[in-house]
């Protein structure tokens, strides 16, 4: 079945800092994916999509590059800000009928 | 345009009651998926409807089961609840069935506790 792995939390990093959230994923052809973001007392946001192999999806600083030799699709920002703490969620999606969302990776900002 | 909302935002029931909870998609979107997300944990999907009609489900049993409406406006209906049943249930709806390529727009959520 499709399934979707995310480095565990919480991740704190300092103003400025380079970030990094591991995500791999198991599925069958060629899935989209995604990472959504959920910010405190909020819903779920979609962040950036890919929906091919070498897609390179970019929001907001963040980016993500569809490896399917890898079946990886990390999230970077090269300057994390306060304002970026929430938590981050990859998730794949097979044809359209079945979201599937990682168990989310919480990011805390320090100023 | 007016977002995705919910109700109610929060709800308290007993093991064993039944419960609907309620959604209002964008206007013009046919398509609403209905996700379970239990603390600290990320969404799980229940089903999804496109114009009317279940289009896909997760691994969820027959108790839950929905409807849509054509008024944007749809419903998931738990029957027979259980403690596990505790959880944040989210509703997104899309332009079209293929949520590869329509982006999802999630509604606040409903947070359910059984006792």
């Known amino acids: 079945g499709n399934s979707v792995t995310q480095m565990e939390g919480p991740v704190t990093l300092s103003e400025e800092a380079f970030l990094t959230i591991n995500c791999t994923y198991t599925?069958?052809?060629?899935?989209?994916l995604f990472w959504y973001v959920q910010y405190p007392g909020e819903g779920l946001q979609l962040l950036l999509k890919?929906?091919?192999?070498?897609d390179k999806g970019s929001n907001k600083g963040f980016e993500a590059t569809y490896r399917k030799e890898t079946t990886s699709f990390h999230l970077e920002k090269g300057s994390v800000q306060v304002s970026d703490s929430a938590v981050y969620f990859c998730a794949l999606d097979n044809y359209g009928q079945n979201f599937v969302f990682g168990p989310g990776t919480r990011l805390s900002v320090l100023p | 345009e007016t977002g995705v909302t919910q109700s109610p935002t929060h709800l308290i029931k007993t093991r064993g009651q039944q419960v609907t909870l309620r959604c209002s998609s964008q206007?013009?979107?046919?398509?609403v998926s209905w996700y379970q997300q239990a603390l600290g944990q990320g969404p799980q999907f229940i089903f999804q409807y496109y114009r009317e009609e279940e289009n896909g489900r997760g691994n969820f049993p027959p108790r839950f089961s929905g409807l849509q409406f054509p008024n944007y406006s749809s419903e998931l209906n738990v029957n027979a609840l259980e403690l596990d049943d505790s959880a944040l249930y989210l509703c997104a709806s899309s332009l079209d069935g293929d949520s590869s390529y329509n982006e999802q727009f999630f509604g606040p959520g409903t947070r359910l506790t059984v006792l």
């Open positions: 599925a069958t052809g060629y899935p989209s």
């Open positions: 890919a929906t091919k192999a070498d």
């Open positions: 206007s013009g979107h046919n398509t």
